[in-house]
């Protein structure tokens, strides 16, 4: 299918107009004897199974040593793949280099912070930098596509492997030699980069390129903004990696769309992803939640934003897990209905291929105990069972591929280089964290039962009449100038603690802060005040404040105050501010207010915005709503976020039917159901920016 802007979505080797939603896993045949094969495409088959990911660690597999390459046992495996009608998402193997090459070469091995390597023995033990691995990797992918170019089954190449999981920050000469390479095209000259790192500090000042290292273990906090480069440079490293295997795929496979899987889940932070998405056919995502409170808002919001990421065109769910990851401390299986709601719920944010890690669980090897569709206990358990419900479901659900989720009214702004910066060390406090910050703001809009997308600084913000920007730390001007505009021609801007702070070289604007806010937002800061780990202040609206308080002064008359602070050093200052500007308006948010807290003043900030919830009172808050559309049939996917019984006889549209989906007017915990309405009239598909 193509898919707009000449992007492609996965070749379907057979009937390839026919409209369906892929389902599979990771297959890693080579762990099992031949016979187990034929089971294998049995069983893929009963459980609605249309598309592996192959060969991902195969490396030393294919190529045992340097001119010795064996490919027909992958030979057999994508022939059989094809003879049961399962097309292949397959790897270009380079994910980890065999003992081969790492013993050959060792300065392909990273080396850490600390001058150690990282020596072989685990996985994706090389360094991004490095011209041998680069070499050696390029070689094996034009042999895999020279190889499988032809390839009846071949759907989509999928670059490595989740790039950047254990490799991404590599301090060695190879890294050193690149980093100066990027700072020279960054600031051309050593004077810029000295005024831009503000090298007069602590005696830093740099005379020769040479001179320049990446942020080794230093004495004391290294130079910010050699930190910040050196993250984005890091990014930028992998990046170019992705290109050019993609390049080598492009000249051989012209017809076959490229992915590599992203990391948008949790802490993950080291690639900018927004940077990233315009280098791929599509986008694909691993998705793997932390139990918790959080975990299942954190699980649509990663979603969201992938979906975001992938601008509006379908998505592929590489990886997620049928039950238990084999990676935290204490590793809970899923609870009964857990499988399928989070598999749903990427769908209901655009996925259109839904994946997990891994086909059958491995006898032996590091992640013997990670979950998979076919368990240790084989095809009769209710894991299995639970799968083939899944992939019955998806089968039913084929007339949503392709559609697209309507626009919401609200933008969260995800800004990659904020949380890269607001973490870094020597600031007010060390316990800011970015993503949470964000994360409160999506739970306490899914509280009120206002949908939000989540996009990235890339994406057009214009049609948002509502662009909540948490800890918005690091502000170029032409950001700046985009979200003045946004208010001046009647758009709403809501803004936190720690935002407008630095340009894009991580120095402050001066004159009060927040700098590039102080005239939007109507305020001036004069001193931040961070709370210590455990304390609390309280506000007027009965809310509590953690993490941070600040010095508020109002600047201008129409700026007005939404809530003040009742106890601490700031009592009797504004803590909460709307400043009107037109139609439009700007809020500040000087605290962290938590979920709980936000969604107490939301209400105000979401009546400023003239924003309201179009869900009916009862189901408001308990239900995670989004909608798929095509134009003509609306798909409303609602996933129960409570654990009460919701009652849905007031939604529109009648429930579609099928095994893993509700159909009964109460929704259960855990449960998802999917009903189709005629599309509202005059309403386009409208994808998020
Ligand atoms: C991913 C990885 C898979 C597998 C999985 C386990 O990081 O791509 O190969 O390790 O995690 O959760």
């Known amino acids: 299918m193509e898919a707009d802007n000449g992007r492609r979505w996965l070749r379907w080797p057979s009937d390839p107009a026919r409209a369906r939603l892929a389902y599979g896993a990771?297959?890693?045949?080579?762990?099992?004897?031949?016979?187990?094969?034929?089971?294998?495409?049995?069983?893929?088959?009963a459980a609605g199974v249309n598309i592996v990911s192959l060969a991902i660690f195969s490396w030393a597999r294919i190529q045992p040593r340097r001119d010795v390459w064996d490919f027909q046992w992958l030979d057999d495996v994508?022939?059989?793949?094809?003879?049961?009608?399962?097309?292949?998402?397959?790897?270009?193997?380079?994910?980890?280099?065999p003992p081969w090459l790492t013993t050959a070469h060792p300065e392909?091995?990273?080396?850490?912070?600390?001058?150690?390597?990282?020596?072989?023995?685990?996985?994706?033990?090389?360094?991004?930098?490095?011209p041998v691995f680069r070499e050696h990797a390029l070689r094996l992918t034009r042999a895999m596509a020279g190889r499988y170019r032809d390839h009846p089954a071949l759907a989509a190449w999928h670059v490595s492997n989740e790039l950047g999981c254990h490799n991404v920050y590599d301090y060695s000469q190879d890294a050193a030699e690149a980093f100066r390479r990027w700072l020279r095209g960054r600031y051309g000259t050593l004077e810029t980069l000295n005024l831009a790192w503000a090298t007069t500090f602590w005696s830093q000042h740099y005379s020769e390129w040479d001179q320049i290292l990446p942020p080794r273990l230093a004495a004391s906090y290294p130079n910010p903004t050699q930190q910040l480069d050196f993250i984005r440079f890091s990014s930028d490293a992998l990046k170019d990696h992705l290109r050019a295997e993609r390049d080598v795929l492009r000249e051989l496979t012209p017809g076959i769309p490229v992915t590599t899987n992203f990391m948008v889940m949790g802490e993950m932070k080291a690639m900018n992803y927004a940077d990233w998405a315009s280098e791929v056919d599509f986008v694909s995502n691993d998705h793997y939640p932390r139990p918790g409170p959080g975990a299942r808002d954190e699980l649509s919001?990663?979603?969201?934003?992938?979906?975001?990421?992938?601008?509006?065109?379908?998505?592929?769910?590489?990886?997620?897990?049928?039950?238990?990851?084999?990676?935290q401390p204490v590793n809970l299986a899923k609870q009964a209905g857990g499988m399928a709601r989070d598999s749903l719920t990427h769908v209901a944010y655009g996925a259109d291929a839904v994946c997990f890690f891994q086909w059958r669980q491995s006898a032996g090897g590091a992640e013997k105990y990670h979950s998979a569709m076919v368990p240790h206990a084989g095809e009769d358990s209710e894991l299995f069972r639970s799968v083939a419900e899944l992939g019955a479901t998806l089968a039913a659900l084929a007339p949503v591929a392709g559609t697209r989720r309507r626009r919401a009214d609200v933008a969260i702004l995800f800004d990659w280089e904020s949380w890269w910066a607001s973490e870094l060390d020597s600031h007010p406090t060390s316990l800011l964290r970015y993503r949470r910050e964000a994360l409160d703001w999506y739970s306490?809009?899914?509280?009120a039962g206002v949908r939000a997308d989540v996009v990235t600084p890339v994406g057009d913000l214009t049609a948002y009449p509502l662009v909540v920007a948490p800890i918005l730390y690091v502000v170029p001007d032409p950001l700046a100038r985009r979200l003045e505009d946004h208010v001046a021609s009647g758009g709403h801007l809501v803004t936190t603690y720690f935002s407008g702070i630095v340009d894009q070289n991580d120095q402050v604007r001066l004159g009060g802060y927040p700098g590039a806010f102080r005239d939007l937002l109507g305020i001036r800061v004069e001193e931040f005040g961070p709370l210590p780990d455990g304390e609390a202040v309280e506000l007027?609206?009965?809310?509590?404040?953690?993490?941070?308080?600040?010095?508020?002064?109002?600047?201008?008359?129409?700026?007005?105050?939404?809530?003040?602070?009742?106890?601490?050093?700031?009592?009797?200052?504004?803590?909460?501010?709307?400043?009107?500007?037109?139609?439009?308006?700007?809020?500040?948010?000087?605290?962290?207010?938590?979920?709980?807290?936000?969604?107490?003043?939301?209400?105000?900030?979401?009546?400023?915005?003239g924003v309201t919830s179009e869900l009916p009172p009862e189901v408001r808050g308990l239900v995670d709503v989004t909608i798929r559309t095509d134009g003509t049939d609306d798909y409303w996917f609602v996933i129960n976020r409570s654990d009460r019984h919701v009652d849905l006889t007031a939604l529109p549209g009648a429930p579609l039917r099928a095994p893993s989906l509700a159909t009964e007017a109460v929704l259960a915990p855990r449960r998802v159901q999917v009903r189709r309405a005629p599309a509202r009239d005059g309403d386009s598909p409208r994808p998020p920016a």
């Not at 306490?444 to 509280?447: C, H, Q, S």
């Open 108 to 130: 392909i091995l990273p080396v850490d912070r600390h001058g150690h390597t990282v020596w072989p023995g685990a996985r994706q033990h090389w360094r991004p930098t490095s």
């Open 444 to 447: 306490a809009l899914l509280a």
């Open 26 to 45: 990771d297959y890693n045949p080579e762990q099992w004897p031949r016979e187990t094969w034929d089971e294998d495409m049995r069983a893929m088959r």
């Open 540 to 609: 007027d609206l009965g809310v509590t404040g953690t993490l941070w308080t600040d010095r508020v002064d109002l600047t201008d008359p129409a700026t007005e105050v939404v809530a003040t602070y009742k106890t601490g050093e700031q009592a009797g200052r504004p803590a909460v501010t709307l400043h009107r500007a037109g139609s439009g308006s700007a809020s500040y948010v000087s605290t962290r207010l938590g979920p709980e807290g936000l969604a107490v003043i939301l209400p105000r900030l979401l009546d400023a915005a």
């Open 301 to 327: 919001f990663s979603a969201n934003l992938t979906g975001s990421l992938a601008g509006g065109r379908p998505w592929c769910l590489m990886e997620h897990a049928t039950s238990a990851v084999n990676w």
């Open 78 to 97: 994508m022939d059989l793949l094809h003879a049961n009608g399962i097309a292949v998402d397959l790897a270009t193997a380079t994910a980890t280099p």
